[in-house]
């Protein structure tokens, strides 16, 4: 039966070879320069977040307190 599926012998130096990863060289002054851009980031992804919420339930309190004062003058 495999005799039907049998194409030929695979020729090895028609095979790519495997290729192994270099680091690149690390470089300080960009490590430095990727600390301090990256606290920004991490106080913003903590505080904006906490500002929506604070906005939202701004936006429920006075949405609500107006409902209640319309109602009260009918």
Not at 46 to 61: G, N, T
Request: glycine share 2%; hydrophobic share 40%.
């Amino acid at each position: 039966m495999m005799k039907d599926y049998y194409v030929g012998e695979v020729d090895s130096s028609t095979m790519p070879r495997k290729n192994t990863y270099n680091k690149p060289p690390s470089s300080t002054s960009s490590a430095v320069a990727q600390a301090s851009g990256s606290s920004s980031t991490n106080i913003l992804t903590f505080v904006l977040p906490i500002l929506i919420l604070v906005l939202a339930y701004a936006l429920y309190y006075f949405a609500n307190k107006k409902v209640a004062v319309s109602f009260t003058h009918l």
